[in-house]
């Protein structure tokens, strides 16, 4: 955040109109912690009392939030928005899940787009350091699989490109649904690895986002971010359609051989339909 002077008649409503400026264009973002009152005022080259008057009025207004450990920027949109969207997935998957990726879809393009024309030196920084943690994460996987942390630096990834869009409306919106996001890539991740090769597409695929972005080339992010997420749900309904094929046989074998069924569905699931792409 940069030193700025603020000298008008009312400084408090001055004070707060320059840190929402700061919040709605992204530059401070859900989670972020402000400076220590007596730093921050120092950085804004203002009063004390003026300064906490100031955070008083986001406070109300809910743009702020205070705690133990001081003073954030929440989440604009809270749990009453992203919760009940957490649940529908849980209780209706696959449907849900395939619904949710086609708004991805169309909402990561966008971002990707604007996010290769605007992006600043910082954001690229920040996009491309986030890249490097999906590629470490791919790499420590190789030895031992840990679902939890790709979906993690995946999730980071993603919002990055969000931040480097600069769209307030796209920002906000998916920082309030970044716990739907992280469900989402954990499931997505959770069957398509199931498949022999799908890792090494979906690094590839994050690369080729990155990489347009980094060059400035908007087309081209628009173009690899819509064809990760096409990707993901071309290849999700292919195996969900292998699974409900697998789950007819078993249910003949065990209506047909009912003494045998252990080693019978041992047999049958010992790997993917042989006829799937992905397999």
Known sequence: M???RIRPAKLAEAIAAHLESLILEGSLRPGDRLLAERDLAQRLDVSRPSLREALDLLEQRGLLKSGRSGTYVPRLLGEEFSVPLLEMLETNQPMSTYDYLEFRGTVEGTAAYYAALRASDIDREMVHSHFLAIEA???????APDSDREADVDTAFHLSIYEASHNIMMLHVMSSLADVLHRDVLYNRSKLYTRKGVRGLLLDQHRAVHDAIMSGDAEAARTAA???????????HEIDKSDSRLEKSLRRIISSHPGDTEADAEMS?????????LG
């Open 2 to 4: 940069s030193r700025d």
């Open 137 to 143: 994460a791919h790499q420590e996987s190789d030895i």
């Open 226 to 236: 819509e064809s990760h997420v096409i990707f993901t749900k071309a290849a999700l």
């Open 269 to 277: 699931a010992s790997g993917p339909d042989e006829h799937s792409v």
